[in-house]
């Protein structure tokens, strides 16, 4: 019942309110054919359709795959990809094929968006076509108002930057290569260059992965998001992702501050998968590579490249046979040789892959 009101709804107002990590996005005056493909693509998931019968509504795509950093649990450590960052010409091409549809893009991947020189630009031209963006950073990259101008003036929604702590030593134990005082010095530098220009954009999400070495600074970090003037502050749970034995180490002593939860054993308690990706928000990475999220890391499992020269190159992928036969395999519950069938949605308790948001009004918003 809620889903079919929020549909009249929608369509009465043309207004739709979506919600990425818990933060709210709000969309107004859509166009008619945005506001279909939405509608489609929700009637597409809740069906179990094996062809998508519409474009995404969300998309992830990978600015760069290169990264300054080297956190012990980041897929960048362990995998052996070719270097690179995506070129705007191939970022145009796809927005060109399916920004009409498109509402919200994720744009960030395994490595730094911030190595990517056209990333500014790139944001921008998404901007234009009215899609709302998010963007993620170590925050190594603010380092004189030239930079901050071209972030500011790109549109950019919202930007989560990372900071793991409040003291050198506690952010470098997960953060290995990172140097704190140049992300609080650029953090409280673009807050600054921010006010003095009487911007509302991009609202900054400062994010706190919590692990066993910091989680006790919490109350302090959210203090300190207030006092520089951060819109959010966000704690973000771990995933093991590809070093178990390292998580197992990490992992924070209060439950509350954990992705999952637990049984009596204390084994993670299952549930079912009922993720919306393979129909409303696939992955790009920056070669071109599409894959239904970005739990598979482009090396064991593709579903095609989006970079064809023919203009439909995400097109054909997106509505092709490997696409279908993901779908039907996920609707049925056949997942031997997935990712699907150990990531977090499988468990008990995943909403809280972020699990605790507050705004600077230091009331707790979810």
Excluded at 223 to 234: L, N, R, S, V, Y
């Amino acid at each position: 019942m809620n889903r079919v009101v929020k549909t009249l709804k929608a369509f009465a107002t043309r207004r739709l309110i979506l919600t990425f990590d818990k933060v709210d996005f709000t969309y107004t005056h859509l166009s008619w054919k945005r506001l279909w493909n939405w509608f489609v693509a929700e009637l597409s998931y809740v069906i179990g359709t094996d062809r998508a019968w519409a474009y995404p509504t969300h998309l992830q795509f990978e600015p760069s795959n290169q990264c300054n950093l080297r956190c012990p649990l980041c897929h960048v450590v362990t995998d052996t990809k070719e270097r690179g960052v995506l070129k705007l010409d191939d970022f145009k091409k796809i927005i060109d094929e399916i920004g009409d549809y498109l509402l919200f893009l994720h744009f960030w991947g395994w490595g730094e968006p911030f190595l990517n020189n056209e990333f500014f630009s790139m944001v921008k031209y998404a901007r234009k076509k009215g899609i709302q963006i998010i963007s993620s950073t170590n925050g190594h990259f603010f380092r004189n108002e030239e930079d901050i101008d071209r972030l500011i003036d790109s549109g950019l929604d919202v930007l989560i930057v990372a900071l793991d702590g409040l003291d050198r030593e506690t952010y470098e134990q997960y953060r290995e290569l990172g140097d704190f005082d140049t992300v609080v010095d650029g953090l409280r530098m673009l807050l600054e260059r921010r006010r003095q220009r009487g911007a509302s954009l991009p609202r900054v999400n400062l994010r706190m992965l919590v692990t066993r070495e910091n989680e006790e600074q919490v109350p302090q970090m959210r203090e300190f998001a207030e006092e520089i003037g951060a819109d959010m502050f966000t704690l973000k749970t771990l995933c093991s992702f590809d070093n178990q034995s390292k998580w197992e180490t990490l992992v924070p002593s209060e439950p509350e501050y954990r992705r999952f939860e637990y049984d009596s054993s204390g084994e993670p308690i299952r549930v079912k998968n009922t993720c919306k990706k393979p129909w409303n928000h696939p992955v790009i990475y920056r070669d071109g590579t599409v894959v239904p999220c970005d739990y598979y890391t482009g090396q064991e499992f593709s579903l095609g490249n989006a970079f064809s020269n023919d203009g439909e190159g995400f097109k054909r992928v997106w509505f092709g046979k490997d696409f279908r036969k993901l779908r039907r395999r996920f609707r049925k519950g056949h997942r031997s040789g997935l990712r699907c069938k150990e990531c977090s949605l499988n468990y008990a308790g995943v909403d809280r892959c972020v699990s605790h948001v507050f705004v600077s009004s230091k009331e707790e918003y979810m």
